[in-house]
């Protein structure tokens, strides 16, 4: 007896035994994108009638994942996931002058490393303060505006470390 024969006996059974559960659970797990539908749709395919309903009760899998297998093992045409297009994206997406409008409030009062070790600037003003001038200056809604750690983030992915510069003091002798 082939293991496709050996399958379709395992699956043909009413219920299915606790280990048939846990081998396919198991295969289902080790599998990714459209390898793990299409495999879920053949099981649902061998389990005939009423498979998908199967499936769902006794395995715990989700029949719009199913019905998307199926789609693709007829139609020959594999999805393509869009994991990229998924999350939160950055402030700038939203306030495409962000970045330039925090840059023109803060290169005014900012000031470069006084030892000229680095090429970080440093600038006394406060993120608190950036987020006041960019309502009042830049004509900001209150309810658009970035949080004060988000312009504290775009900040520092400028370069721009907020804190007073020290003097450069004289060495002692």
Same mark, same amino acid.
């Given at each position: 007896?082939?293991?496709?024969?050996?399958?379709?006996?395992?699956? *043909?059974?009413?219920?299915? $035994?606790?280990?048939?559960? *846990?081998?396919?659970?198991?295969?289902?797990?080790?599998?990714?994108?459209?390898?793990?539908?299409?495999?879920? *749709?053949? /099981?649902?395919?061998?389990?005939?009638?009423?498979?998908?309903?199967?499936?769902?009760?006794?395995?715990?899998? &989700?029949?719009?994942?199913?019905?998307?297998?199926?789609?693709?093992?007829?139609?020959?045409?594999?999805?393509?996931?869009?994991?990229?297009?998924?999350?939160?994206?950055? *402030?700038?997406? !939203?306030?495409?002058?962000?970045?330039?409008?925090?840059?023109?409030? /803060?290169?005014?009062?900012?000031?470069?490393?006084?030892?000229?070790?680095?090429?970080?600037? !440093? $600038?006394?003003?406060?993120?608190?303060?950036?987020?006041?001038?960019?309502?009042?200056?830049?004509? !900001?809604?209150? &309810?658009? /505006?970035?949080?004060?750690?988000?312009?504290?983030?775009? =900040?520092?992915?400028?370069?721009?470390? =907020?804190?007073?510069?020290?003097?450069?003091?004289?060495?002692?002798?």
């Amino acid at each position: 007896m082939s293991d496709h024969e050996h399958t379709l006996n395992l699956l *043909a059974i009413d219920e299915l $035994s606790l280990e048939t559960k *846990a081998f396919l659970n198991e295969t289902r797990a080790k599998l990714k994108g459209h390898e793990r539908r299409q495999f879920m *749709a053949r /099981v649902v395919s061998l389990l005939g009638r009423g498979g998908q309903l199967r499936a769902e009760k006794e395995l715990g899998w &989700d029949r719009k994942t199913i019905i998307k297998g199926t789609k693709e093992i007829n139609s020959g045409i594999t999805c393509i996931d869009n994991f990229f297009g998924r999350g939160r994206k950055p *402030a700038e997406a !939203y306030l495409p002058n962000l970045l330039d409008d925090i840059q023109s409030i /803060v290169n005014p009062v900012s000031q470069a490393d006084p030892t000229f070790r680095t090429t970080n600037l !440093y $600038s006394p003003i406060t993120a608190k303060e950036v987020q006041r001038r960019l309502i009042e200056d830049k004509g !900001y809604l209150l &309810d658009t /505006v970035p949080a004060r750690r988000t312009i504290s983030d775009k =900040l520092n992915q400028l370069g721009i470390k =907020l804190r007073k510069v020290s003097k450069c003091r004289p060495k002692k002798k």
